[in-house]
């Protein structure tokens, strides 16, 4: 599917996508908390609809989009680990759903593919383990945070895989989608538990929003 094929819904709710994130990002920069909290889950909330009447015959991509949208939601107290705790499961599957939809657009994944992923995530392993032991003290917390990332990290590669060697151009766009993803988070997990920033919300949300945008158009145009 090109995007000059899309139905008229999904440019129309992608506009709302666009129109409602300036809005939040302004209240981000300006740090109006309260107004922020409540702006929070309409972007995404438009972008899973605009994913909805693009693809309905593929659910995994929206109903991952729903996950991500709940996992927006609890996030707005993330201060409080039950809270951020949810946070971290929604996206989880979220990602893994937004995974399993790759590997159905790529069809039968020879053996390197695995071999290569399994690869880059060893590397991830041995390279960033200690490092998140040093940034999050909470057991619970930290072990979650290294499986989320161990999943997102995932997702990278087989975007990659499937942009060079499944001949899908569009994952390029995921691929890079789940590049700011990662930049998102660490933003967030550093923020988070080592040292706060001004305009934090501004920095996290800037990189989530397009990365949610990148992500979704790159599963519903690669078919």
Same mark, same amino acid.
Request: charged share 15%.
């Given at each position: 599917m090109r995007i000059d094929q899309l139905p008229i819904?999904?440019?129309?709710? !992608?506009?709302?996508? /666009?129109?409602?994130?300036?809005?939040? !990002?302004?209240?981000?920069?300006?740090?109006?908390?309260?107004?922020?909290?409540?702006?929070?889950?309409?972007?995404?909330?438009? /972008?899973?609809?605009?994913?909805?009447?693009?693809?309905?015959?593929?659910? /995994?991509?929206?109903? &991952?989009?729903?996950?991500? /949208?709940? &996992?927006?939601?609890?996030?707005?107290?993330?201060?409080?680990? #039950? #809270?951020?705790?949810? &946070?971290?499961?929604?996206?989880?599957?979220?990602?893994?759903?937004?995974?399993?939809?790759?590997?159905?657009?790529?069809?039968?994944?020879? #053996?390197?593919?695995?071999?290569?992923? &399994?690869l880059i995530l060893i590397v991830y392993v041995i390279l960033l383990f200690n490092k998140w032991r040093k940034l999050i003290r909470h057991k619970n917390i930290r072990l979650g945070a290294i499986i989320y990332s161990f999943v997102l990290i995932s997702a990278l590669c087989w975007a990659i895989i499937g942009s060079i060697f499944f001949s899908r151009p569009n994952f390029i766009l995921v691929a890079v989608g789940y590049l700011l993803f990662i930049v998102s988070d660490l933003t967030l997990a550093i923020t988070l538990f080592k040292r706060d920033v001004k305009r934090r919300d501004f920095y996290i949300m800037v990189t989530y929003l397009s990365a949610s945008l990148l992500i979704g158009l790159g599963l519903i145009l690669a078919f």
């Open positions: 819904a999904t440019y129309v709710f !992608l506009s709302l996508f /666009l129109i409602s994130s300036i809005v939040h !990002l302004v209240f981000c920069f300006l740090e109006k908390e309260r107004i922020r909290k409540i702006s929070k889950p309409f972007p995404l909330l438009f /972008l899973m609809v605009a994913l909805i009447f693009a693809r309905i015959d593929h659910p /995994l991509i929206y109903i &991952g989009s729903f996950f991500c /949208l709940a &996992g927006d939601v609890a996030l707005l107290r993330k201060h409080k680990v #039950w #809270w951020f705790s949810f &946070g971290l499961i929604f996206f989880l599957i979220g990602h893994i759903l937004f995974i399993a939809e790759m590997g159905i657009q790529m069809g039968n994944v020879p #053996w390197y593919s695995y071999l290569i992923n &399994g």
